[in-house]
């Protein structure tokens, strides 16, 4: 059974919006838009995993995707985890392309893609450590886990992967995406042994789930130049910043557009970039509208918590508002 779906990072919404919305200068900007290539990589591997998780046998089976649970001071993430009564897998998710040679006597995974080398830690020591930290998590809260398992799994149906050194480690751990219901098979005919009841299952998912923690960066400490912000309503059709407001309806100068709701966006651009709280000047000024009235207007329209008033009168977001949608 699927106990927590997979959602879409939070991280990927900020450095869209960041993109979108900032004068970077040029080293910056390559920075995140690769940031961003990667992030979107490795979701579409992830994406794929719940796929064929999704395909096996749920029985016996308690499925969480996308864990980010605190411990010590820092945080652990887990891709994706399959409880059962007999033992634990977290999975680690993986969308590197090219030539993959693990190497795990020396900690590092070479990358050999169009000509280039590029080193990385080894995915089967970080899934290991995960593994490690969920235990200690477990019983600090009283649990007696079970025996954990760990499985990387390569989701980039390009790559080759290799094992130079034949270790036993790298054949057992690693696999593309779509052998990982083989493993898993393979895993659970190992264990017999019941080392947990359903209740404590239950309440394993359960600590979990109130325990997992979204990582959303903080836009206020990434050194961002806030004086460079572009402002207006984004065209949902061309992408142009700076719609006009024009009988009830944003229309677009450069591919004529229509949208009756496209200032929603552009609010959910502010409260990602400044947090959850607008005036109608701040609306009036970031949206480019020339009367604070009818920014008024639009900011009572939309489904928001409303204190304050006169000039003091502050919009937050509800909590159905889709704020990451």
């Known amino acids: 059974m699927i106990e927590k779906k997979r959602e879409f990072p939070k991280e990927i919404t900020i450095l869209k919006v960041i993109l979108k919305r900032f004068t970077l200068n040029h080293q910056r900007q390559i920075e995140l838009e690769n940031k961003l290539s990667r992030k979107l990589a490795g979701y579409k591997g992830e994406k794929e995993l719940d796929y064929y998780l999704s395909q096996i046998d749920h029985t016996n089976l308690k499925i969480l995707h996308d864990l980010r649970i605190p411990h010590n001071n820092t945080h652990f993430q887990i891709d994706s985890l399959l409880i059962s009564n007999t033992f634990l897998l977290p999975i680690d998710s993986k969308n590197y392309a090219g030539v993959l040679d693990f190497n795990p006597e020396f900690n590092y995974l070479l990358q050999t893609l169009n000509g280039f080398e590029k080193v990385y830690q080894d995915p089967i020591l970080q899934t290991k450590i995960q593994a490690s930290q969920l235990k200690s998590f477990l019983m600090k809260n009283q649990f007696s886990p079970p025996p954990i398992e760990f499985l990387v799994s390569v989701s980039n149906s390009q790559a080759i992967i ?10 057992n751990r ?10 898993i098979q393979s895993i659970s005919e190992k264990y017999n042994k019941e080392y947990l009841s359903q209740k404590e299952v239950k309440k394993i998912v359960k600590l979990l789930l109130k325990s997992h923690v979204p990582y959303i960066p903080d836009i206020q400490s990434m050194n961002l130049p806030m004086d460079k912000i572009q402002i207006g309503v984004q065209c949902p059709d061309c992408g142009l910043l700076g719609m ?21 966006a552009a609010l959910k651009d502010y409260f990602l970039i400044f947090g959850p709280h607008i005036t109608s000047r701040q609306f009036s000024n970031f949206l480019n509208i020339p009367s604070i009235h009818q920014a008024k207007r639009l900011l009572t329209s939309m489904e928001l918590d409303i204190s304050g008033s006169k000039k003091g009168t502050v919009y937050r977001p509800k909590k159905d508002f889709p704020l990451w949608d």
Do not use: F, M
């Open 162 to 171: 290799r094992n130079p050194a034949n270790s036993t480690e790298v054949a």
């Open 174 to 183: 690693v696999c593309k995406t779509p052998a990982v219901s083989y493993k």
């Open 244 to 264: 006009e407001k024009i009988h009830g309806s944003w229309v677009c100068k450069q591919c004529g557009h229509l949208s009756k709701d496209a200032h929603i």
